[in-house]
């Protein structure tokens, strides 16, 4: 059984910073976390953040220059740490990692449960 969870969520004020982690426990080939995504309410749910094996990282365009995200490996953890927050990143935030569960199998799509993140004065 392979779960994510995910953490950090809150209430901030605009302008201010949360950091949320993602961490992977289970059995399985291999796992890897690829990155965060988020939906607010009556939207649909968009990327916000990737990053590789190697570290190589992605962003949306409406996160660039606020938004961080790295790995400890050691650790089996992604962050995410956002900055400037803004009432329009509210949402709730989901990791998304692609699930190998042996050596032969392409891999599957899992996604965390998802932790709220509200900006508002």
């Known amino acids: 059984q392979v779960q994510l969870v995910e953490s950090g969520g809150g209430l901030v004020q605009p302008g201010g910073s949360l950091r949320l982690s993602c961490t992977a426990s289970g059995s399985a080939f291999s796992i890897s976390i690829r990155g965060w995504y988020r939906q607010a309410p009556g939207k649909q749910r968009e990327l916000v953040a990737t990053?590789?094996?190697?570290?190589?990282?992605n962003y949306a365009d409406s996160v660039k220059g606020r938004f961080t995200i790295s790995r400890d490996n050691a650790k089996s953890t992604v962050y995410l740490q956002m900055n400037s927050l803004k009432p329009d990143d509210t949402a709730v935030y989901y990791c998304?990692?692609?699930?190998?569960?042996?050596?032969?199998?392409?891999?599957?799509?899992?996604w965390g449960q998802g932790t709220q993140v509200s900006v508002s004065s």
């Open positions: 998304n990692a692609l699930v190998r569960r042996t050596m032969w199998n392409p891999g599957a799509d899992y």
């Open positions: 990053i590789t094996g190697g570290g190589s990282t």
